[in-house]
């Protein structure tokens, strides 16, 4: 029953900050510069009427907090609106770009967590210092590079550029777990354990990562939000027309029901993985 | 260790000397244009080439790399402390704290910040000097870069509050103050560390993105992350190892800050 | 069982065998054709695919700058200038089958012109308040009258794809080389031949030469380059300088210099009355000296040799000179001459205080220029003009903004003192910017919507622009349209940079490309366009 009620609060609470972060985010875009603009407005060949029509097409957005109560209503009802830059149904929009981001970020992170895992536990086993170095000065090569500087790279050794997310990701996971594991290891309980000749594998098997479990489960979900957001440039600069792409796209045109739409999206995506992640570790937690 | 360690300190020592002496010395002058040598490789005049217009390319790498060392690291402190103060410490207080602190890190992670940024752009004067505009670009980025640290500090913050030797340390009387203080803190600064080495090197290339939206470090003045912009271009438009130049004072640098001060590696 | 394995064999080698080689033409969109609809075409991807696919009376020869006969075989415009009759060719059918004929003319023209629909080519077309009316003379010939004189009306039919009044398909139905047979939003745009198209070689053989065209969506330049590079792509319009010469390097027999195109790259003051600039500023930009001595400290030789690698030449005015007809070769070229700027600027009361400018006020001439980011050549210009007005002691911030927040400030706001961009897909005919140059026109960047000209010259301007609109013979709107540029190169409201170059990258392996100034520089002449045998073997 306790369990039952605990997803209960945590869904409720998650549908609060989702609507509370559609809100905000729909804040920010109506009151960001350049709202209301439209290329067209430089075309020369348009009539005055025709510009007055052009500047009049975002009217009904410029009261935000209506328009998002009018927007949530059409959601419930099944519709996202109509992109105005796209010309299209948002609906649509998500739907032929959903599966490529989802399938891209899911490939990449996998790429990542098992690349990081790897050299963690090889760190780990071999207990060798310039393995380790290697490890840091690669992660930190990586985290220098630009993400449009690696795309093109993959895409000159003709593998996808989409795989520069796992540029991004790799470093920040690598890292954390590093220490993570480093400081877990330094704990006179390992110390004890290593010292009565248990395997350096058992040890990190049984005993290490299970006391990061938790911050292991954090990390998982944040490391889901960096690859939504890192998607969105990675998208763009390579041309892959997922909802980062579209993201970006409608950022620059200012297209609200769009944005609000994406954003709903990656909210939810966050707070369900941050959320699905402290289930985890409180349901698998010990008793103090 | 120590070899590695004061190899790394001399090479610190090394690259923030030259970068904060370097634009003294004459002929390292960053904005002078010499068209009559633009876009070219490494030569007598200019040791590392020059730029699309003509600039000498040492000349600002050393003046891009002050700038970016001066207000990356100053960046990524502030984004560090914030997590600290949203992350950490609503970790260790638990209950509605925790849930509420746990609810604006996931906004955080996920609201459009872009035009956050923007707003601040229109804010700002358009005469804005190059070094303002500089430094209030990398204070932005510090006040948006916590979340992903801060997640993480609350997961830690929260596992250190549920362990037993805090536990011990309440049942004995340690006030809450003393027991965050000399118990629980040090436990945190190795995950405070890992981030703060990460933040520097990701605040050096979000400065160069932000020029998309008229913040980042204004012409004339070059950044680390501009520099590193160009290589882009760089890749397919011209194949000159003088290109990562500046990639490799970054990797170098990042790499040796992290052997010079980092206390404890995996034994 | 032997007797099955020779038919088996060939059966098998058949179904693996891959299906017809097609001759596919590639290269990419830059973005998604925001429409398909061709009277809401108004960005450069969705005009693309107008151009591939729609079928127009007349043709206006890129090459050539002539008007050529197309789905009308002649046509007459009245000496008042309202009324234009087409004779229509027969026998043509629109892609699905439908026969054409003038009631699709009269179909598309009362679309275009439907004041709800806010077309920009139907925009281009309205000359005074009124509707447009249409009269078919017979099934194959049909008189268009519109309620005022439209200047060049001809010429504008050729940004008229002709729609289809009856068939199911609507606006997928199209006369032009080719048709969409599949759109992936976001990925390509796939088009195949038209197999009713009218057009035939001189030896009889159906056009177009090629099966199909793929459009991959690509924004990434570098991308671009290297898909070219790799033969993965067959044409780029529009190539960076930078790019043009890594590849000309590289091979040369991929890439062509076209010369000066029609575009161009200009500065402008900010000059409007509610401009939120301080007032001592707005009199510096007002003043024809000053902005006389800003374009004369600008090193135009210099951009174009240092940004566009030689392949631009200075701009004179609003008109390039690969405009054979409109462009007014009397114009004096750009001088660079810091010393006579500063002359000039001393009349007007500035003078140096230790190196800086400074006004007959005191304050020194410091003001920003913004432009568009993510443009690298207008970047490295801006950067080089910020170093020549240094030069004579003016301290220039450079703000690179994202487009939007960009057209806020020059169109709505009004807050920014100077702005760089370029003119872009320009046409011909200087009717169509009309709006620029109208000072009570939205568009009139410098100084928009003014109730009365707020100088002389620009009243001179909207007297003679009207001029041209309502003159029908060619030779006095040239002159009155000389007659602006001679003025635009003295009062400067825009200061012209440079003219850049069509750079493009053309396959070897095509044949029947002829890069030109006017877009598309390299398909303009798609029906022709074909692979050579032993190219296409190789290059594939």
């Known amino acids: 029953m306790s369990l039952w009620r605990t997803l209960a ?25 350049g709202f209301g603009t439209d290329e067209r407005q430089l075309d020369a060949r348009l009539s005055a009427e025709s510009l007055q029509a052009i500047r009049d097409e975002s009217s009904a957005e410029r009261g935000i907090a209506s328009y998002y109560v009018e927007w949530l209503r059409k959601m ?10 796209m010309q299209k149904p948002v609906a649509q929009l998500l739907m032929e770009r959903s599966g490529i981001t989802l399938r891209i970020v899911a490939e990449s992170l996998a790429i990542a967590w098992m690349v990081a895992l790897f050299l963690v536990a090889a760190t780990w086993s071999t207990h060798s210092a310039p393995l380790e170095k290697t490890c840091t000065t690669a992660s930190g090569l990586l985290l220098c590079l630009p993400a449009g500087a690696v795309a093109l790279l993959l895409i000159l050794l003709n593998a996808p550029g989409y795989l520069a997310l796992v540029a991004v990701v790799f470093p920040k996971v690598h890292r954390y777990l590093s220490d993570l594991v480093g400081a877990t290891g330094r704990m006179s309980h390992i110390l004890a354990a290593r010292a009565k000749g248990i395997s350096e594998h058992r040890l990190l098997l049984w005993h290490v990562i299970p006391a990061i479990r938790r911050e292991i489960l954090a990390l998982g979900g944040v490391s889901i939000a960096l690859a939504l957001n890192a998607a969105i440039p990675v998208e763009a600069l390579c041309g892959i027309p997922g909802i980062g792409q579209l993201a970006w796209q409608s950022a620059l045109a200012r297209d609200l029901p769009v944005l609000i739409s994406v954003s709903l999206l990656v909210i939810a995506f966050t707070v369900l993985a941050n959320s699905g992640a402290d289930l985890l570790a409180d349901e698998r937690r010990q008793p103090a | 260790m120590k070899i590695a360690r004061m190899v790394a300190i001399v090479v610190v020592s090394l690259i923030t000397l030259i970068s904060m002496g370097g634009s003294l010395l004459p002929g390292f002058d960053y904005i002078r244009q010499d068209r009559k040598h633009f876009s070219e490789g490494p030569s007598y005049e200019h040791w590392l080439g020059t730029d699309a217009v003509g600039r000498d390319r040492l000349a600002r790498l050393i003046h891009g790399t002050r700038v970016s060392l001066l207000l990356a690291p100053a960046a990524a402190g502030i984004s560090v402390v914030l997590a600290f103060v949203v992350g950490a410490a609503p970790g260790f207080a638990g209950g509605v704290t925790e849930r509420m602190a746990k609810a604006i890190i996931d906004l955080a992670l996920s609201l459009p910040w872009f035009f956050l940024l923007l707003m601040v752009r229109a804010m700002l004067p358009l005469n804005t000097s190059p070094a303002v505009s500089a430094a209030i670009t990398f204070s932005v980025l510090g006040l948006l870069g ?122 | ?112 012109m439907d004041p709800m629909l806010h077309s920009p080519t139907g925009d281009a077309f309205r000359s005074g308040q009124g509707k447009i009316s249409a009269a078919i003379l017979t099934p194959d010939r049909i008189s268009l009258t519109f309620p005022a004189p439209v200047a060049g009306l001809e010429k504008l039919f050729d940004q008229v794809a002709i729609m289809s009044a009856s068939s199911p398909k609507k606006e997928m139905a199209v006369l032009g080389p080719f048709y969409v047979a599949e759109y992936k939003p976001g990925a390509y745009v796939a088009l195949h031949r038209n197999p009713n198209y009218w057009k035939h070689d001189d030896a009889g053989r159906a056009l177009p030469y090629l099966d199909a065209v793929k459009l991959e969506i690509q924004s990434n330049r570098d991308i671009e380059m290297l898909k070219f590079s790799r033969n993965e792509i067959h044409l780029i319009n529009a190539m960076d300088a930078d790019y043009f010469d890594r590849l000309a390097r590289l091979a040369p027999d991929k890439v062509r210099d076209a010369g000066p195109s029609l575009d161009s ?46 392949h631009a030449i200075p ?54 220029i913004i432009t568009n980011a993510g443009n690298r050549s207008r970047e490295r210009m801006v950067s080089m003009i910020q170093a020549d007005l240094r030069a004579i002691g003016m301290q220039v911030n450079v703000v690179t903004l994202d487009f939007p927040s960009l057209i806020q400030r020059i169109s709505k706001a009004f807050n920014y003192e100077a702005a760089m961009l370029g003119l872009t897909n320009v046409e011909l005919d200087p009717n169509e910017q009309m709006n620029v140059w109208l000072s009570s026109s939205d568009q009139h960047q410098w100084n928009p919507r003014q109730s009365a000209p707020a100088t002389s010259w620009e009243a001179e301007i909207d007297r003679l622009m009207l001029v041209q609109a309502s003159a029908m013979d060619d030779k006095t709107r040239k002159r009155a349209f000389d007659r602006v540029q001679e003025i635009v190169a003295d009062e400067l409201p825009f200061i012209y940079l440079v003219n850049q170059n069509a750079l493009v990258g053309v396959s070897p392996a095509l044949q029947g490309v002829v890069p030109v100034a006017a877009r598309p520089q390299t398909y303009w002449d798609i029906e022709h366009i074909r692979f050579s045998v032993e190219r296409a073997n190789n290059a594939n």
Not at chain 2, 210 to 232: M, Q
Not at chain 3, 350 to 363: A, I, M, P, Y
């Open chain 1, 9 to 33: 609060k945590r869904l409720i609470m998650a549908v609060i900050v989702i609507l509370v972060g559609g809100f905000l985010s729909a804040v920010l875009v109506r009151y960001a510069p």
């Open chain 3, 315 to 368: 701009a004179r005015g609003p008109v390039s000179p690969a405009n054979k007809y409109w462009f007014n070769s009397q114009l004096p070229q750009a001088r660079f001459d810091q010393e006579d700027a500063l002359r000039l600027l001393q009349e007007d009361g500035f003078r140096l205080v230790d190196g800086k400018l400074v006004d007959r006020g005191g304050h020194p001439v410091q003001f920003s």
């Open chain 3, 265 to 310: 790259e200009m500065m402008w003051f900010n000059q409007a009355s509610e401009a939120s600039v301080a007032s001592y500023k707005l009199e510096w930009f007002r003043s024809r000296n000053f902005r006389q001595a800003v374009s004369l400290s600008i090193n135009r030789d210099d951009l174009c040799k240092v940004v566009y690698g030689g």
């Open chain 3, 1 to 112: 069982m032997r007797r099955l394995m020779l038919p088996l064999c060939l059966l098998l080698l058949a179904l693996a065998t891959p299906g017809m080689c097609l001759d596919e033409l590639r290269f990419y969109l830059h973005s998604d054709p925001k429409t398909f609809n061709p009277g809401l075409v108004a960005d450069p991807d969705s005009e693309t695919i107008r151009y591939l696919t729609g079928g127009v009376l007349v043709r206006l020869n890129r090459q050539t700058q002539q008007l050529e006969p197309e789905l009308a075989t002649a046509w007459k415009v009245s000496k008042d200038g309202k009324t234009i009759t087409f004779q229509l060719r027969q026998g043509v059918r629109f892609s699905d089958g439908t026969p054409f004929g003038a009631q699709d003319v009269q179909f598309t023209m009362t679309v275009l």
């Open chain 2, 146 to 267: 916590w979340g992903v640290p801060a997640r993480i500090l609350l997961a830690r913050a929260r596992r250190l509050r549920q362990s037993e030797f805090v536990a011990l340390a309440r049942a004995g009387g340690v006030s809450h103050r003393r027991l965050f203080g000399v118990h629980v803190l040090p436990n945190l600064l190795p995950v405070m560390t890992a981030q703060f080495w990460i933040a520097v090197p990701v605040f050096i290339l979000a400065e160069a993105n932000l020029s998309l939206l008229g913040l980042g470090v204004a012409e004339p003045l070059p950044s680390l992350g501009g520099l590193l912009r160009d290589l882009e271009s760089g890749l397919s438009v011209r194949s000159d190892l003088c290109n990562f130049a500046a990639l490799f004072v970054l990797v170098v640098m990042v790499s040796s800050l992290q052997v010079a001060f980092m206390k404890h590696e995996v034994s």
């Open chain 1, 76 to 85: 419930l009802r099944g519709g996202l609106g109509d992109s105005r830059s």
